[in-house]
């Protein structure tokens, strides 16, 4: 890789991931809410945001996501679900990196290789969930799943090269996870160097795939 796009760079995987792709001599762009006034909730934001890059990028890694907004934190029960929640997780964790995509097409090369990562979590599988509740993040992260693989189908035909795939990158020592103290956590430099190293493996066939840190696919 020579050129990467790292979106939510500002935030505690997404510096990290930003840091380990220079180490290893990659250069990076960064865009984030903090510094950029890129906010993946709003769309002309996202188009504003990308309109000045140019060329084509080996790497897009969006290092987005939202697991407690406005107060509404992951359910236990279903007699804690609100509209306002479900709906913000899923503009937040769904939506986003979807237009991102959409409007970061142009950015990709047509015959070289070139991966986009989209952050998920495993507990957007459908298949691996034996414990319930998270009702609104287990199900923005799993509508995330649907439109990363329905993209890589479409972008496929077009990108013969391209990666779209989702990452879970474990648990992480960030802000994001504060409240989960009882969690095996790793810090985010150990996280970001797995996630590159996976993102470094991934091929064409891998394409609309949903991996873990390890490069261990999920169930849908």
Same mark, same amino acid.
């Given at each position: 890789? =020579? ?20 180490? !290893? $001599?990659?250069?990076?762009? !960064? ?6 006034? +890129?906010?993946?909730? $709003? ?13 084509? %990028? @080996?790497?897009? %890694? ?9 107060? &509404?934190?992951?359910? =236990?029960?279903?007699?804690?679900? &609100?509209?306002? /929640?479900?709906?913000?997780? +899923?503009? /937040? &964790? ?15 090369? !047509?015959?070289?290789?070139?991966? %986009?990562?989209?952050? #998920?979590?495993?507990?957007? #599988? ?14 923005? =992260? ?17 990108? !013969? #090269? ?13 802000? %994001?996870?504060? @409240?989960?103290?009882?969690? $095996? ?11 590159? @190293? ?8 891998? #394409?609309?795939? +949903?991996? @873990? ?8």
């Amino acid at each position: 890789m =020579k050129r990467a796009l790292v979106i939510g760079a500002t935030g505690g995987i997404g510096h990290a991931v930003a840091a380990e792709l220079e180490r !290893r $001599d990659v250069e990076v762009t !960064r865009r984030s809410r903090s510094e950029d006034g +890129f906010e993946v909730t $709003d769309e002309a934001r996202i188009e504003a945001g990308l309109a000045d890059l140019e060329g084509t %990028f @080996d790497l897009i %890694f969006v290092a987005t996501g939202a697991l407690k907004i406005d107060g &509404n934190g992951p359910e =236990k029960s279903l007699r804690q679900l &609100n509209e306002e /929640a479900l709906v913000g997780q +899923f503009r /937040a &964790n769904a939506v986003g990196p979807a237009l991102v995509l959409k409007h970061a097409r142009r950015l990709l090369p !047509r015959k070289e290789r070139a991966v %986009f990562v989209a952050l #998920s979590a495993r507990v957007g #599988s459908i298949g691996d969930n034996g414990l319930g509740g998270w009702y609104s993040y287990r199900t923005a =992260k799993a509508a995330l799943n649907q439109l990363m693989h329905g993209a890589a189908i479409e972008l496929g035909r077009s990108h !013969r #090269s391209l990666v779209v795939a989702c990452l879970h990158p474990g648990t992480v020592e960030t802000g %994001f996870t504060q @409240d989960y103290p009882d969690h $095996d956590k790793v810090g985010p430099e150990r996280a970001a160097e797995r996630l590159v @190293d996976v993102v470094e493996t991934l091929t064409p066939e891998h #394409s609309g795939g +949903f991996y @873990d840190y390890a490069g261990k696919e999920i169930p849908w």
